[in-house]
């Protein structure tokens, strides 16, 4: 094992290359004894990195620690990442106390659990549709990304928002362009005004025919709100907000949660023999999995001790999920996926505390349904290729398969 030392700070972030183990640099900085690390970021600005349970849970229930990316010196993951944001309100993401918590008030209801509960049904029959496509095909190995992890998710939110699948399909294009592809600052204005001239006709669309659904229901809310017209800015960094986080990390989920599934005869046994098990399974896999290599990012407002570290106000906080997920005194023996393992909802897969993922109940549900109706259907499914031999990327800040064949 190579020695991390002063003149070898990682660059973060520190990225995965097999989907079922955390990057060695982890394993290296816990080597050192501490529990807080300095990391470099892309600009060169160094880092806190947060790497115990514990303390990530801290951090994020911390009020000290700010999760709004505007704010002069918060970390930024890619240089000109953050000028992105100055395109959108600042609604959620770019929130801190009061005004945060009565945005969050403002949508929270809409994830409930009773909600979301009532959706089930809808969520079944399109994980149904999807499943029955992929029993259609002609031939096999059959893509179990293309055919299942990447329409599911697009089809749910498509229910949910309100939207047609086709406009967040066109969406999340603009955002690629937007986020990925712009490599000028007149690139990245120019892909940030088409993006908001096609969440405008999508809010106009659902203004003349509202029906029973997120949208509709937020445009009643702005109206109230702001007077007869609904703030448009507002719906439209909402409605691109779902987008980001509920389709790509829902369809990297998907894809990998099969494949560790498939990959793990035994665990699969005890799921099929006893379906009730579904939830525990999924909380596991989310643990286990943890598919983004980012994480929170936090900017400390004073100076706080977390680990024994001080952390001085200014400085950038880093809390990867992974790691945070992987820790063998939160979790014993962290590396093992087993899905009786109790209590299974301590992960900080959707974060912690004020900013923690408002969508996870509907990820939860979603997850809950493609297990159980893909396994129940096709129970003698079978990886056609071996999980070492796959191509894996990152979507966005997603890792997972590029394609998952699958045969039965």
Partial sequence: MSEITAESVPEFPILRTCPFSVPETYRE???????????????????????????????????????????????????????????????????????????????????SVRRINAMRPRIRRIVDAAIDRMLEQPGRPVDLAAHLSQPVPTLVLSAFLGVPAEDLDAIERNTGKMLHEARTEDEQRAAAEALHAHLDLVIAAKEENPGDDFLSRQIDRSRREHGDAADRFELASLVQLLQIAGHASSAAMISLSVLTLLSEPEQLKQLTADP????????????????????????????????????????????????????????????????????????VAFGYGAHQCLGQNLVRAELQVVLDRLFHRIPDLRLATAPEALPYKYFGQFFGPVELPVTW
């Fill in 276 to 347: 009730s098990r579904t939830p525990a399974a999924a909380e596991e896999l989310l643990r286990f999995l943890s598919i983004t290599d980012t994480g929170p990012l936090r900017l400390a407002l004073e100076d706080v001790e977390i680990g024994g570290v001080r952390i001085r106000a200014g400085d950038g906080v880093l809390i990867p999920t992974l790691p945070a997920n992987r820790d063998a005194g939160a979790f014993p023996d962290p590396d093992r996926f087993d899905i009786g393992r109790l209590p299974g909802t301590r992960h």
């Fill in 29 to 111: 900085l816990e080597g050192t004894g501490g529990r807080i690390h300095r990391v470099r970021m892309s600009d060169g600005r160094p880092a806190w990195l947060v790497t115990k349970h514990d303390d990530a849970r801290a951090v994020l229930s911390d009020a000290r620690f700010s999760s709004e990316k505007l704010r002069p010196g918060f970390p930024e993951l890619s240089p000109g990442g953050l000028k992105a944001l100055t395109y959108f309100s600042p609604f959620l993401v770019n929130m801190d106390g009061p005004e945060h918590a009565q945005a969050r008030r403002a949508v929270l209801g809409e994830f």
